[in-house]
């Protein structure tokens, strides 16, 4: 005999039952980029809410591993941008406290978050980066400027992309197309950061390349993003001002370009050791090649950021994706390796 269907009672038990019941979405922090980590976390708490998640906002602040301790969230989502959100420290503290996290673990973060080692494991992988140097600020200061700046342009030729090499939302990028130039770039590029990485400027298309863990934990990659600008460098003011850029999501790439874009994708995701999310960027050159830049933890969630737009791309809805992710975090535990 046919067993009944279930009620929409029992359908609704079940569903709550595998449902994280509370979580946290740690949002603000102080950096550069608060603004734009509180526009995501309000974000991300309204789509989590509309797939019936009870979501607390907080701040990184003194006040929060007191709450943690005290409330004690099924998991928590780090909306935080720059600094502590995507460099392992409030990973390690969601950790210690015994609070699962969407993301990569604690120990992970380091490798995606310092830009020239990221790099650098992916060109040992096999794929194209654009090539670098990474400059401390002393070194400047003690060796003197004025030759370093002739060995950069004589060993990398201009023009040069010059930016922190940790950070992000390209704060403190500048391109350098003249040698006289460079001082200037250097100042404004070292107002972000004691160390620079200065990399070989690659003209091309920018596409935003994101990956989602699928519940068995293997990476899938979402159709790019692609990026259009007016300026040099897709800056802060065009990443987050409404109607300074233009997305195509899809990007407009040849199947086979696309095809290149994901497995670059795929690759950073498991070669820097991410997991649930993340967002590779990258750059088509000229001869099609798909280039890597840098790879971001705790991508942007905001209304004009790049992986809701992929996760759109792909048909699915991003409080979906997260409500999804909350759970796996939760059943997984607060692993510290």
Not at 152 to 160: K, N, T, W
Request: charged share 20%; glycine share 8%; with cysteine.
């Amino acid at each position: 005999m046919t067993a009944p269907a279930p009620t929409d009672q029992l359908k609704a038990e079940t569903a709550a039952e595998t449902t994280t019941r509370h979580a946290v979405v740690l949002a603000g922090g102080l950096t550069h980029e608060r603004e734009v980590s509180l526009r995501s976390g309000s974000r991300i708490a309204g789509a989590l809410r509309r797939n019936g998640i009870d979501v607390t906002v907080r701040d990184a602040d003194a006040e929060l591993v007191p709450w943690l301790l005290a409330h004690r969230p099924d998991a928590a989502v780090i909306a935080l941008h720059g600094g502590r959100g995507e460099n392992g420290a409030v990973q390690a503290v969601l950790e210690m406290a015994g609070v699962p996290h969407v993301g990569t673990a604690s120990h992970d973060c380091r490798l995606a978050w310092d830009k020239a080692t990221a790099k650098n494991l992916l060109r040992r992988q096999g794929f194209t980066t654009p090539e670098w140097l990474t400059l401390s600020h002393s070194t400047f200061r003690d060796l003197g400027a004025a030759g370093i700046i002739d060995l950069l342009v004589a060993s990398l030729g201009l023009p040069l992309m010059l930016k922190p090499y940790q950070g992000g939302s390209a704060l403190g990028a500048n391109v350098v197309r003249e040698p006289d130039e460079l001082p200037a770039a250097l100042v404004s590029s070292f107002a972000y950061g004691d160390v620079l990485l200065v990399e070989r400027f690659v003209t091309g298309t920018e596409i935003a390349l994101s990956v989602i863990d699928d519940p068995a934990g293997n990476p899938v990659a979402l159709p790019a993003v692609e990026i259009s600008f007016p300026a040099d460098v897709f800056d802060y003011e065009a990443r987050y001002t409404a109607g300074v850029t233009t997305y195509y999501a899809p990007a407009r790439l040849d199947p086979e370009v696309a095809a290149a874009a994901g497995e670059l994708a795929v690759a950073a995701h498991r070669t820097l050791g991410l997991r649930d999310v993340s967002r590779t960027d990258a750059i088509i050159d000229a001869d099609g090649t798909v280039q890597f830049l840098e790879v971001n933890v705790s991508p942007g969630l905001t209304e004009t950021s790049l992986l809701p737009m992929a996760v759109e791309a792909a048909g699915d809805d991003l409080g979906a994706v997260y409500s999804r992710l909350l759970d796996d975090a939760a059943a997984r535990g607060p692993l510290l390796r």
